[in-house]
């Protein structure tokens, strides 16, 4: 778990064309689960916002352990993004994460038309400005980007690949696409895309292949389920709410 424990939620939120597969009051909470204990829950909402004088897509996630697991290791984390729907790309990205002895509480505002972003570290009390010379994602805005693909673009052997800015630098992300199966939730059997994350070594899991996701196979493409190995124990999250969704979805 350590400081990733909410990265790695949110890192492996990603899913996916130009029909867009969220709205304003869309809604989603995992159940968290860290070996055999309730760890916790994480949620995201998204809903509409003016930012700058233009209406933007405000996504708040938020994650929290409970139970046993809070005793030991206390989390409560905030990330927000504010994304330009014409664009598809985030203007500003929040930060504001306490694990354990672990802060950060940074704000980034993006200039993509410069390819700049000014970073306001507020626990250092300072404020940077990088380049980038590449499309950028910020952690919570890739998800709902990947989300504007159609699910019938996710061949089974393809990967996806997007950048994400976090912690000053630039970080590749690729995501492949292992097949297709059926799964059981609380919410009955539903169709899933099973795919594989790839991050850089040595973050958040002891290998690349020690992550699975499985996502719903229709104009949704919510995130249904997520196994990983972390460098310390297991971690296993599961759909356990949901609301305003875009399309229905059918679980039999």
């Not at 597969?21 to 994480?42: C, D, I, K, P, T």
């Not at 405000?58 to 664009?87: C, L, M, N, Q, W």
């Amino acid at each position: 778990m350590k400081k990733y424990l909410f990265l790695f939620i949110v890192l492996f939120f990603l899913n996916f064309s130009y029909s867009q597969a969220y709205q304003s009051g869309e809604y989603l909470q995992y159940r968290v689960h860290y070996g055999f204990l309730n760890a916790g829950f994480a949620s995201l909402k998204v809903s509409n916002e003016s930012l700058n004088g233009r209406s933007h897509f405000h996504v708040k996630g938020e994650g929290s352990t409970s139970g046993a697991v809070r005793v030991f290791f206390k989390v409560d984390d905030r990330y927000e993004t504010y994304i330009d729907p014409a664009t598809k790309k985030p203007s500003l990205f929040i930060r504001d994460i306490r694990e354990g002895g672990y802060t950060k509480n940074k704000q980034l505002s993006f200039d993509h038309s410069s390819q700049q972003v000014e970073v306001k570290d507020f626990k250092k009390g300072k404020s940077t400005t990088y380049k980038f010379n590449t499309e950028v994602q910020d952690m919570l805005s890739a998800f709902y980007f990947l989300r504007t693909k159609d699910n019938s673009y996710y061949k089974n052997g393809s990967s996806i690949n997007i950048n994400i800015f976090m912690d000053e630098k630039i970080y590749p992300f690729k995501l492949v696409v292992e097949g297709r199966e059926k799964i059981s939730t609380k919410f009955g059997k539903i169709e899933a895309i099973r795919m594989k994350p790839y991050v850089q070594k040595g973050r958040v899991f002891k290998e690349n292949e020690s992550v699975k996701i499985w996502v719903s196979d229709d104009d949704n493409l919510i995130p249904l389920r997520i196994e990983a190995e972390l460098a310390v124990g297991s971690l296993k999250m599961d759909l356990h709410n949901y609301k305003n969704l875009k399309y229905p979805i059918l679980f039999k």
